[in-house]
C-alpha cells in the first residue's frame, strides 16, 4: 500500500508521487498574498509532484514528519520523501558541461550528486553518501515503508 500524507486538513496525497516538499519563506508568503489574498498567509509549504505541478499546504515540514513521512534535505531547503529515493550517484563537472553546452542550462549552485526518485530526478548539494545516510536515518526514524 502506498503511504499518503494528509494536507490542508483533508487532501490525501499519495506520498510516491512527491518530486520534493519546500517551506515557504516569508519573502514568497508575502508574494501569495498580493497575488491571492490574506488567505494565502497561511501556506507553509510547496509541493512540488512529478508532474511539476505543486500544491501550497498549510501544514509545516515537521508536522509532515509526523505523519511518518521520512524526509531528506537535499539541500536548497528542498526535502524529498525518503522511500522515493532509489539512488545517488556522482554528479561530475563534466555532466554539468554536458547540461549547459547540450542543453543551454545556467547552473546557479555547485551540485555533487543527483538523486533518482520514484518521482523524477533531482541535482544536490548533498553527495551521494550523504544522501544515502539521511535517507537511511529518516527511514530508521520512521519505520518500515
Same mark, same amino acid.
Given at each position: =500500500? ?6 490542508n ?10 518530486r520534493?516538499?519546500?517551506?515557504? $519563506?516569508?519573502e514568497?508568503?508575502?508574494r *501569495?498574498?498580493?497575488?491571492?489574498g490574506d $488567505? ?8 512540488q509532484? @512529478?508532474?511539476?505541478?505543486?500544491? *501550497?499546504?498549510?501544514?509545516? *515540514? +515537521?508536522?509532515?514528519?509526523?505523519q511518518g513521512?521520512? *524526509?531528506v ?16 550517484s556522482?554528479?561530475?563537472? $563534466? $555532466?554539468? +558541461?554536458?547540461? @549547459? ?20 530526478a ?9 544522501? =544515502? ?13
Amino acid at each position: =500500500m502506498t503511504k499518503t500524507l494528509k494536507i490542508n486538513s483533508g487532501s490525501l496525497i499519495p506520498a510516491d508521487t512527491i518530486r520534493f516538499i519546500r517551506p515557504i $519563506d516569508a519573502e514568497e508568503r508575502t508574494r *501569495l498574498v498580493e497575488r491571492y489574498g490574506d $488567505d494565502a498567509a497561511g501556506f507553509k509549504i510547496s509541493i512540488q509532484f @512529478a508532474d511539476k505541478t505543486t500544491k *501550497l499546504a498549510v501544514d509545516s *515540514l +515537521d508536522e509532515v514528519r509526523g505523519q511518518g513521512i521520512g *524526509l531528506v534535505n537535499i539541500g536548497s531547503d528542498r526535502h524529498v520523501v525518503a522511500s522515493n529515493i532509489k539512488e545517488a550517484s556522482p554528479f561530475t563537472k $563534466d $555532466d554539468a +558541461d554536458k547540461l @549547459a553546452g547540450d542543453k543551454g542550462y545556467t547552473l546557479n549552485q555547485t551540485f555533487r550528486s543527483r538523486i533518482e526518485t520514484t518521482a523524477g530526478a533531482l541535482l544536490s548539494s548533498a553527495t551521494p553518501e550523504q544522501v =544515502m545516510s539521511r535517507r537511511a536515518k529518516a527511514l530508521e526514524a520512521n519505520g518500515p515503508k
